[in-house]
């Protein structure tokens, strides 16, 4: 299946053999020490994973239930007449098919597959940018595409990558990707992440989005055993990144439940000064949604929850 598709999930690979994820995981690293494959957070890769990119058929295959509840709670976000930048991946693919339903939006996009998910919408209008086609992802890149968005300001700006770290913040694999990417956020006020648990604590060669310029992180429940994923998830907190996390549950014998009935977001704390924060004024927390007043130690006992879980 890695041969197959570049990179696969744990849960994918657990659901076709109809075993563990335990189980599944002690194989991998088997398959590892022989160097077959690479392990990655939540999934395993083909060797040389750090610099080395999936097409989009593979990455279409990898977290699919996964994406589409992170695409499901980053829609939400999403306000009528606005105006966004969508980059290019697979989860922002699936944002855009929700956005079909926001009347009065524009939408700014490098990427082909998020045009053709919104041609058909009567009432968003769709901006792209020029550029160089790059047949892996369909997406936009080059000169072309960094100097057509100078000079544009938009709310927010939706962007996924090949990994996300406290540390670095996003990254991706492709240089001409991270450069556009890095224009798609100089445009924007807000910078929302996708990024599923597969990518949380990956680091790949370009960053595209340090840590300190990531408002929002929508992403999914970390497996139970996966404590690396909870551990990268408090540290961006830690930081200041908002966090909201889409669950998706499983009925017996595999299937998963459509996401969009059973999303649910959890807000994690934000401590220290953050952009916008007003000169002087007193520190507080930002949260991902209007839930109304919140003290610190409720706020904490958020993230032990997260954590255990």
Same mark, same amino acid.
């Not at 744990?10 to 995981?25: C, H, I, K, P």
């Not at 996964?66 to 306000?79: C, G, M, Q, R, Y």
């Given at each position: 299946? /890695?041969?197959?598709?570049? %990179?696969?999930?744990?849960?994918?690979?657990?659901?076709?053999?109809?075993?563990?994820?335990?189980?599944?995981?002690?194989?991998?690293?088997?398959?590892?020490?022989?160097?077959?494959?690479?392990?990655?957070?939540?999934?395993?890769?083909?060797?040389?994973?750090?610099?080395?990119?999936?097409?989009?058929?593979?990455?279409?295959?990898?977290?699919?239930?996964?994406?589409?509840?992170?695409?499901?709670?980053?829609?939400?976000?999403?306000?009528?007449?606005?105006?966004?930048?969508?980059?290019?991946?697979?989860?922002?693919?699936?944002?855009?098919?929700?956005?079909?339903?926001?009347?009065?939006?524009?939408?700014?996009?490098?990427?082909?597959? /998020?045009?053709?998910?919104?041609?058909?919408?009567?009432?968003?209008?769709?901006?792209? !940018?020029?550029?160089?086609?790059?047949?892996?992802?369909?997406?936009?890149?080059?000169? @072309?595409?960094?100097?057509?968005?100078?000079?544009?300001?938009?709310?927010?700006?939706?962007?996924?990558?090949?990994?996300?770290?406290?540390?670095?913040?996003?990254? !991706?694999?492709?240089?001409?990707?991270?450069?556009?990417?890095?224009?798609? /956020?100089?445009? %924007?006020?807000?910078?929302?992440?996708?990024?599923?648990?597969?990518?949380?604590?990956?680091?790949?060669?370009?960053?595209?989005?340090?840590?300190?310029?990531?408002?929002?992180?929508?992403?999914?429940?970390?497996p139970v055993h996966d404590d690396r994923a909870a551990t990268e998830l408090q540290a961006l907190a830690d930081q200041g990144v908002q966090i909201a996390v889409a669950g998706a549950s499983e009925q017996p014998g595999g299937d998963q439940v459509p996401a969009r009935r059973q999303h649910q977001r959890r807000d994690v704390p934000l401590p220290g000064?953050?952009? @916008?924060?007003?000169?002087?004024?007193?520190?507080?927390?930002?949260?991902?949604?209007?839930?109304?007043?919140? !003290?610190?130690?409720?706020?904490?006992?958020?993230?032990?929850?997260?954590?255990?879980?």
């Amino acid at each position: 299946m /890695v041969r197959a598709n570049g %990179a696969v999930s744990l849960r994918e690979l657990a659901r076709v053999v109809q075993t563990s994820e335990v189980t599944v995981r002690r194989d991998v690293r088997a398959l590892e020490a022989e160097g077959l494959l690479d392990r990655r957070h939540g999934g395993a890769v083909l060797p040389g994973g750090f610099t080395r990119e999936s097409g989009f058929p593979q990455k279409s295959h990898l977290a699919t239930a996964e994406k589409t509840a992170i695409a499901d709670l980053a829609a939400s976000f999403v306000e009528e007449g606005e105006a966004i930048v969508v980059g290019a991946g697979t989860t922002t693919q699936e944002l855009a098919r929700r956005l079909a339903r926001v009347p009065g939006l524009t939408v700014v996009t490098n990427s082909l597959l /998020v045009a053709q998910a919104l041609a058909h919408a009567n009432r968003v209008e769709v901006v792209m !940018t020029g550029g160089t086609l790059r047949g892996s992802n369909y997406a936009l890149v080059g000169s @072309g595409a960094e100097q057509s968005l100078q000079g544009l300001r938009v709310s927010r700006a939706f962007l996924s990558g090949s990994g996300l770290t406290a540390e670095r913040g996003l990254s !991706t694999s492709n240089m001409l990707s991270a450069s556009v990417d890095r224009a798609l /956020v100089q445009a %924007a006020s807000e910078v929302v992440v996708l990024a599923d648990h597969t990518k949380l604590g990956t680091d790949t060669m370009f960053q595209t989005v340090p840590t300190d310029l990531i408002t929002r992180l929508v992403t999914d429940e970390p497996p139970v055993h996966d404590d690396r994923a909870a551990t990268e998830l408090q540290a961006l907190a830690d930081q200041g990144v908002q966090i909201a996390v889409a669950g998706a549950s499983e009925q017996p014998g595999g299937d998963q439940v459509p996401a969009r009935r059973q999303h649910q977001r959890r807000d994690v704390p934000l401590p220290g000064p953050r952009r @916008g924060q007003v000169p002087g004024g007193a520190p507080g927390l930002r949260s991902a949604t209007a839930l109304g007043e919140q !003290t610190p130690g409720t706020e904490r006992a958020r993230v032990a929850d997260l954590r255990r879980r």
